[in-house]
């Protein structure tokens, strides 16, 4: 895997995580037992001071996994604020939903089981903050989507954007040419999206931060 920042700078950043409540602990032990993957630690800290800072009443996450972003941002929303969390696998959202109550959020956080590409053409109300987290070769169209849901002013958060550094050095093993390759068209797209004031940030696996201007 190719490194976005050395391993000094990393490991120095990392030094200074402190270690999230028993329950988060088990969700990432989860996924790295099971191989589910999540928001890096640095990104989802970012996340959480994204939505501190926001205070974001309508928020859509698409792709929940085993709901370990949806919790850190469940955690932080006010007593307005709620979080619709789109999932496709029919077996992972039954351990979201265990997670979920868990963290006693079932209030805060709508589960929608279903393909994102269907259920956001259907979703009647616009969001005031969007995390778009699901596959790499569906991020145009579920972008294209998120666009006409977000509010003005609202914010965007796309997670792999450097897609393990790969998006950005020819040296691209075989297995990732064709994701890659996706990643870089996206990125295109993204960075000009003229109703967008957008950004690539190196934090994590590259967090594409938009915030819409028109
Ligand atoms: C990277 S994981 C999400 C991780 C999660 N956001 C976290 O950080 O804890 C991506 C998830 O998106 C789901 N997914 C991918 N494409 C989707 C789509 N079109 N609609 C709904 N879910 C989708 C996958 O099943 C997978 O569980």
């Known amino acids: 895997m190719k490194k976005i920042i050395y391993p000094e700078q990393l490991e120095y950043i990392s030094s200074f995580i402190k270690q999230d409540n028993v329950l988060i602990k088990k969700i990432e032990k989860y996924a790295r037992e099971h191989k589910v993957p999540i928001l890096s630690k640095a990104s989802s800290k970012f ?13 859509l996450e698409i792709g929940t996994a085993i709901a370990y972003s949806s919790i850190k941002i469940g955690r932080n929303l006010s007593s307005e604020g709620k979080l619709y969390t789109i999932e496709k696998s ?9 997670f979920i109550n868990k963290a006693k959020l079932e209030d805060k956080i709508n589960l929608l089981n279903g393909d994102a590409r269907e259920i956001m053409l259907k979703l009647k109300t616009k969001f005031d903050f969007i995390f778009l987290d699901a596959d790499k070769d569906d991020y145009k169209k579920l972008f294209n989507l998120s666009l006409k849901l977000l ?12 897609w393990q550094g790969f998006a950005a050095t020819n040296k691209v093993p075989k297995k990732y040419i064709l994701s890659t390759k996706h990643i870089r068209d996206f990125n295109k797209i993204f960075m000009r999206t ?21």
């Open 151 to 162: 509010k003005k002013g609202g914010v965007i958060f796309i997670d792999n954007l450097l």
């Open 90 to 98: 029919r077996d992972i959202i039954e351990i979201a939903k265990n």
């Open 194 to 214: 003229p109703s967008l004031c957008a950004s690539i940030l190196p934090i994590g696996d590259g967090i594409g931060l938009g915030i819409k201007i028109k």
């Open 47 to 59: 996340l959480e001071q994204l939505i501190i800072i926001t205070q974001p009443k309508k928020v």
